[in-house]
């Protein structure tokens, strides 16, 4: 579960994904994802698409991340989200409820019924929420 402490976020420069690890100074955000030059290379990012991974992985072996938009085979797509110590796969969307009202635990359904598989998420792919 080493990669529980990646995170990734949306580039202010070029609104593209990156993946590394997180680092605030100065109110600014930023994913440091290597070195350049033996100087850490960071890129800032947009704050409010900061998402931590999970440390667990999809049926395909793709790491699961906060605020992914995940498919288990049931008649909606669930959210990636962290809810009372744990990550959880939350529906409260479909019936109009806030984050936390519906939800399952996101490890069991990773290691005992390996059926989840991430299609999108809430930031590039909010239409697959909203044909529910």
Not at 90 to 112: H, I, M, R, T
Not at 114 to 131: A, K, Y
Request: aromatic letters at 16%.
């Amino acid at each position: 579960m080493e990669n529980r402490y990646l995170y990734r976020a949306k580039r202010l420069d070029d609104g593209k994904w990156i993946q590394g690890y997180l680092y605030g100074i100065w109110k600014r955000i930023y994913i440091l994802w290597g070195m350049c030059n033996a100087v850490p290379c960071m890129i800032e990012v947009d704050p409010a698409t900061v998402c931590q991974c999970t440390g667990l992985e999809d049926k395909n072996g793709k790491l699961i991340f906060e605020n992914d938009i995940c498919s288990r085979k049931e008649p909606y797509p669930e959210i990636v989200k962290y809810h009372e110590g744990d990550w959880t796969l939350d529906y409260s969307y479909v019936s109009g409820k806030e984050y936390g009202y519906n939800w399952c635990n996101l490890g069991f359904y990773v290691f005992e019924r390996p059926c989840v598989e991430v299609i999108g998420n809430v930031f590039d792919n909010q239409e697959l929420l909203n044909n529910q």
